[in-house]
Structure formats: C-alpha cells, structure tokens
C-alpha cells in the first residue's frame, strides 16, 4: 500500500493518540486499517469519515505544533483519504503548518486589518519580537472593540490552547504571558465590549451581563427554552408561518428571507441539515462572537427550533478557528443541553430528535460563504460551489440545508415567542427586527450595539460615544463594503437606506476613520487582505485581486493604467463565482470616488 503515502514517514504515539481520539469520539474504536481488501467499498467508508479530515488534522497541530508528513500519512490511512488531499486540506488553511519552524514557543498572530492597523498593530509585533516573541501577522480575529488583537497558538505544548487577548493598556508581552498561563485575560466586565449590556430594553442582547453564559439553570430562569416549548405548540408550520410573517432577513450580508429558506428546506424529503455559520471573519466584525461567548444557549435553542420547524435532525456550528472562548462555551453549554434532554433523542419528552455537532474552521475569510463552509466541514478544501443547486435542495452532504448566522437565529426566539408580526412592528417596512452593529475605529466606545432599524449613521456613532477627532469617513459592512463620506450621518443604516446610498449594510461594521487616517495603508490592506484570502479557484478572483493590489501600490510610485481598476472591478462582479470576487473591489471603487486615496497622481 505505498502507494497510498506521499512519503514514508510514519506517525509519532502522540499524533497517533490525538488523531485516533478524535476518530473514536466519532465512529467508536474500530480504526480501519489500510488493506487491499479496502479496495471493496472503500468510497463508502471514505465518505462516512472524511468529514473528521479538519477535527483530525486541528488535533494533529494541537499535538505537536505542527502536522508533518507521518501525520499526514496516518491520516490518510484512518480516513481513507488520499494523502495528496489531506496535505492539500492542510495547506489551505492559515493556522495549519505543514512545515517544522524548529522552535517549541507559542505562535503569537496579531491582526493587521484597519482597526487594529489604524491602533498601532505594526508598533505592536515590533515589541513583541524584540520580547522574543513568534510573531505573525494576521487577518482580522474579530475583537475590533479591543485593539490591537492577539492570538496565541500554542506550539508542542498538548496543554496549551489557542488563547485570545488584547493587550489594551498594558505591554503586549504581559499579556501574552498571562494568556500562556492560562490567567484570564480582560477581566474587567462585559462592558467593554457590549457597553450596552444590562439594558431591559435590549431584545438580542438583554441576556449579556446578567445570565452566567456557563449555566444551563441561569438560561432557564431568564426564560430559556420557552420559545422552543412554545415552537412545539405552534407546530413546524405555525413556526414557519411566524418566521415568515416576522419579515426576517439574514443578518450574515446577503439579506435573504429566512421564513422563505427554511420552508424550502422544509418542503424537502429526507436527511436534512442545519447549519449555524458562526465563521465570522468580514474585517470589524464580531458580533457572533460575543454572542456565542455570552448567551451559548441562545444560538443552541434557536438552531433547535430551525431543526425543528424544517424537519432536520441534525445541525452543525461551524466556528471560525481564532474563536477558542466562543468554541469552549459551545461545547460546555451542547452538553449541558443534551444531558438536560433538550438535545438528543426526543427532545424536552416531544418526538423531535436534535443533536448538534462543532466544526472548528482554521483561518480561512472564503469559508464564510455558505457552500465553502460545506466543503470544509465535508473535509475538502473550503473553495465555494457553483449556484445552482442552491443549498436548499443541495447543501452539507448533498442534503437541503438551511444555513444562518447566530444574529439571525437569535431573532427566531423573540419571533417565536411573540409572535411574527410584533416583531415586524419594530423597524422599517424594508429592514425588520433589532440589528447588531459592530463599532469600531476611531470611535470613544468602541463595541456591539443593538438599535431597532432605521437609525442614523450620526444616531449609532453618537451611541458610541462620537469619533476620536474629525470624522473624515465611515467603512460600512467590513472589507467588502463601502467607504461613505462624513456628510451622509443621516444615512439610515437599513437594508433599503444604504442600498439607496450606493452602500451595503453587510454584516453592521461600522468602523470610524477621522482626518488623521493615512488611507492610503489601509486601502492598501484591504487589497492585500482579498489578494491572501482567494481560494485561488476562479480565474477572475484568483488574478484579480492579485492585479488590484497591485494598482495601489504602484500608485505610490507611478500612475495607474486609465480605467484599469474598472476593468478589473467588472471582471470579478462577473465572472467570479462567490461573493468574494463579487465585493474584492468595492472599498477601493468607493475610496477612490470619495477622494481618500488618488490613483492617478
């Protein structure tokens, strides 16, 4: 069977011993060898293991600090996976090495994208590496409200997990060695990061601050699992009907209908599946975060309900890699839910069954879109699927799907629980419902905000305290957004409002640039960010972006080719096949209109 091994390493005990307890955990402790006789039926073994490919290999750089070739290999036999993919599985994502730094210290990533980068990110990793610190650069970690965002990757330490800080006021080795020490890190209240929190008159976010987010008791005396006692008197119907008269649209950017998505899935026959897209990695985002950090349950009860109301029996949160909090507080709280009875077999004494299960991503932004995060959980490279067939008839597995983001889902138990149409009587005719903003920048408090729709760009700065200074522009909706001028404060941020503006909510960034920005650095950032994140499969996105990056920086040195930018602009709207190709040009396009950066001087 050599032919199965790229090379002829095996694996060590220890990466033996984490990749055997992640395959146990999953299909009981019978390992498949690799054998001759495997020939017969071995794709079908191959496709019940394969998606254990990413928990195998997260446990193989968990082990060792790296995923070699022996562990590689071994792998590939468990799995009965080509080696050749696995290693092209490892080598996609960002927190994975393929390769021995030869060192056994911990991996420290400091996030460069504009709001930590306008924060002093670059004067940050100097003093970390002449601490003596590993250092690495990285995309946004989605603490925004904290900059200068770290985290910590444990290296050949089994003991160590990945670790997010911010260093805040104190020396950024402090930190980092508190974190090591596992020393809690922050620890100055909720607050800081939910100013609002504790408000009654919060609807997402009233449970932050006041419910111990560790405690299944806690959640249930602040009213948890009612909405699914009362889903279960509405029956999978009435709560389709409610979804739907409620107006909700997806919170993750695309805006879809979720009454409409969910009773697609629900007309379909068969195995179906829930998943929760919690890879929030759009550059100022991070409101899924510190939801999942702070109310678990929530997002567990409302994924319950969605099963529930499309006829799923399965659902799976898929968590970005960088999130370690937000991934622990997950885990505790299923179990704790599923030996309450409120997950598993016939869930709360009804005849529903529902179980969960985590897929923890590994630095990858095109995971974020729906049919890439598919393919990873699957155990195949994260690269988007042609539409169509839409997830609703072909999702996770081949199976309809539904697919939300925690926002979303959060706003089902107010719906459920209420009713559809009170909850449409908050908002505006177009933009329904409560709405999480992500603030941050140049703002005197940065932080997750709830306000109902139809507030003002001014109404939600002056939330946050005002800007730091003169503001010169605002960057709705992330790195894939648009940069709007100081003059359009009375913008609604709505669905209908920014549309009309030639803007895009997005996800809610909201991220605060005074008159001090150098916007040339980050409109240079915000190229090199999509140029890093292509998947690389599409020709449009893989050279574009590439090319678009390349326009900037010459502009510093040169004038850039008349009409070039458009050129390029309009080949990824066309022609890319997901929405990273679609957006990779819009905060350029929009920086170069409003006059923060110059092109052609």
Not at 175 to 189: K, S, Y
Not at 337 to 360: M, V, W
Not at 483 to 501: H, I, K, N, W, Y
Request: charged share 20%; proline share 6%.
């Amino acid at each position: 069977m050599s032919d199965l091994h790229f090379t002829s390493d095996r694996a060590n005990e220890a990466e033996i011993d984490a990749v055997d307890a992640v395959v146990d955990a999953s299909l009981g402790p019978a390992v498949i060898k690799a054998t001759p006789r495997l020939v017969i039926g071995g794709r079908t073994r191959q496709r019940e293991r394969r998606h254990l490919l990413l928990p195998s290999l997260h446990a193989l750089q968990h082990a060792a600090g790296w995923i070699s070739p022996g562990g590689i290999n071994y792998v590939a036999d468990v799995l009965q996976v080509p080696p050749a993919e696995v290693y092209g599985v490892a080598t996609f994502y960002d927190l994975f090495r393929v390769d021995d730094l030869g060192h056994s210290d911990d991996v420290v990533h400091v996030c460069v994208d504009p709001a930590c980068q306008i924060a002093d990110a670059a004067g940050v990793m100097a003093r970390l590496a002449a601490e003596g610190k590993q250092v690495e650069p990285s995309p946004c970690l989605g603490q925004c409200e904290r900059p200068v965002a770290l985290f910590v990757q444990g290296r050949g330490r089994p003991d160590r997990v990945p670790t997010h800080v911010s260093p805040g006021d104190v020396s950024p080795g402090d930190v980092v060695g508190e974190a090591a020490a596992n020393v809690p890190v922050g620890a100055d209240g909720i607050t800081a990061s939910v100013p609002q929190a504790g408000d009654p008159r919060l609807r997402l976010l009233r449970r932050v601050g006041v419910v111990d987010p560790t405690g299944l008791q806690s959640y249930i005396a602040s009213g948890g699992y009612r909405p699914l006692t009362r889903a279960f008197t509405l029956g999978a119907a009435g709560v389709l009907d409610e979804v739907e008269a409620s107006g909700l649209l997806g919170r993750g950017g695309a805006a879809f209908p979720t009454g409409v998505k969910w009773r697609a899935v629900a007309a379909e026959s068969g195995a179906k599946y829930v998943v929760v897209n919690a890879d929030e990695s759009e550059p100022g985002t991070f409101k899924d975060r510190l939801l999942i950090e702070n109310d678990p349950f929530a997002v567990i009860e409302a994924a319950t309900i969605a099963g529930f109301a499309t006829g799923a029996a399965k659902g799976w949160i898929y968590i970005r890699g960088e999130y370690p909090l937000a991934t622990e507080r997950l885990h505790s709280a299923i179990t704790q839910a599923r030996d309450a009875g409120f997950l598993g077999e016939r869930i709360a004494r009804s005849s529903f069954s529902f179980d969960l299960e985590i897929r923890r991503g590994a630095g990858a932004y095109v995971c974020g879109e729906e049919t890439a995060l598919f393919n990873s959980i699957e155990g195949f490279r994260g690269e988007p699927r042609q539409k169509p067939p839409y997830p609703t008839t072909s999702g996770l597995f081949g199976r309809p799907t539904a697919v939300n983001n925690p926002e979303t889902l959060v706003n089902v138990l107010n719906i459920v629980s209420d009713g559809g149409e009170a909850f449409a009587r908050t908002g505006t005719e177009g933009s329904k419902g409560p709405k999480l903003f992500c603030l941050s920048g140049h703002v005197a408090r940065p932080g997750l905000y709830e306000v109902p729709f139809g507030a003002t760009l001014g109404e939600i700065l002056d939330l946050a305290g005002g800007v730091d200074g003169t503001l010169r522009a605002v960057l709705l909706g992330g790195a894939a957004g648009s940069f709007v001028a100081s003059d359009q404060l009375d913008m609604p941020l709505t669905f209908e409002g920014t549309r009309a503006a030639g803007a895009a909510l997005g996800s809610g960034v909201v991220m605060a640039f005074n008159d001090g920005t150098n916007f040339d650095a980050v409109v240079a950032r915000i190229t090199q960010f999509f140029r890093d994140e292509s998947c690389g499969q599409c020709v449009p996105c893989r050279i574009g972006t590439v090319r678009q990056h390349e326009v900037v920086l010459r502009s510093a040195a040169t004038t850039a080719p008349a009409g070039l930018l458009d050129e390029l602009d309009r080949a990824m709207k066309d022609a890319s096949i997901c929405g990273l190709g679609h957006t990779a040009g819009t905060a350029l396009r929009s920086a170069v209109d409003l006059g923060l950066i110059n092109l052609e001087s």
